[in-house]
């Protein structure tokens, strides 16, 4: 597989690492971007080494954006944020 250097999707770190699809937890519907009952969405996500880690340890990804233009984030992570 190729690798390149992009920043995560998730914690927007700059590393190497492989495209991935994963199952993430949308919060929001992606048409208008409002707040829905959360539903399951196959994402291909640009992941570093350590969210990888993070995943396999049985945190899972969630998404809140409309239009192609989605935030990508640990639910313990959302919640130090606000």
Known sequence: M??????CDT???????EA???????MTEQ?????TKPYL???KLDLCGYCQDKILKGNYVF???AMGYNRYFFKKDKQLDE
């Open 31 to 35: 048409n208008e971007g409002r707040a």
């Open 20 to 26: 991935v699809e994963i199952q993430v937890i949308f």
């Open 11 to 17: 914690c927007k770190d700059i590393a190497n690492f």
């Open 2 to 7: 190729k690798t390149i250097q992009l920043s």
């Open 63 to 65: 998404s809140e954006g």
């Open 41 to 43: 969405c196959i994402q």
